[in-house]
């Protein structure tokens, strides 16, 4: 079973940064990919990026090049670095794995970027 807890959402000012951390307290054996997806309010859930086993790597457009996906396979856990963060990132923030062909979800975090 795969157990999937995000934590590291907050409110931050515009430019500023946070990491979200999402660890699974479960197996990680057999999990193919992994990764960041977000709800903006009024807005259908996201992609924000992946990361499969050969540490593949996939952004959405609106947060290349301030985005930062990582998995650390020994600790189970997968992070995300936000940098410059703007208004527009503002939403509740889920982590994914895929294993077996299921998808697991965690339960969210909410990220807030407002002065």
């Known amino acids: 079973q795969v157990t999937l807890v995000e934590s590291g959402g907050g409110l931050v000012q515009p430019g500023g940064s946070l990491r979200l951390s999402c660890a699974n307290s479960g197996t990680g054996f057999g999990i193919t990919a992994m990764g960041w997806y977000r709800r903006a309010p009024g807005k259908q859930r996201e992609l924000v990026s992946t990361?499969?086993?050969?540490?593949?790597?996939n952004y959405a457009d609106s947060v290349r090049g301030r985005f930062t996906i990582s998995r650390d396979a020994r600790r189970n856990t997968l992070y995300l670095q936000m940098n410059s963060l703007n208004p527009d990132d503002t939403g509740v923030y889920y982590c994914?794995?895929?294993?077996?062909?299921?998808?697991?979800w965690g339960q969210g975090t909410q990220v807030t970027v407002s002065s």
């Open positions: 994914k794995a895929v294993r077996f062909g299921t998808e697991y």
């Open positions: 990361i499969d086993n050969e540490l593949h790597t």
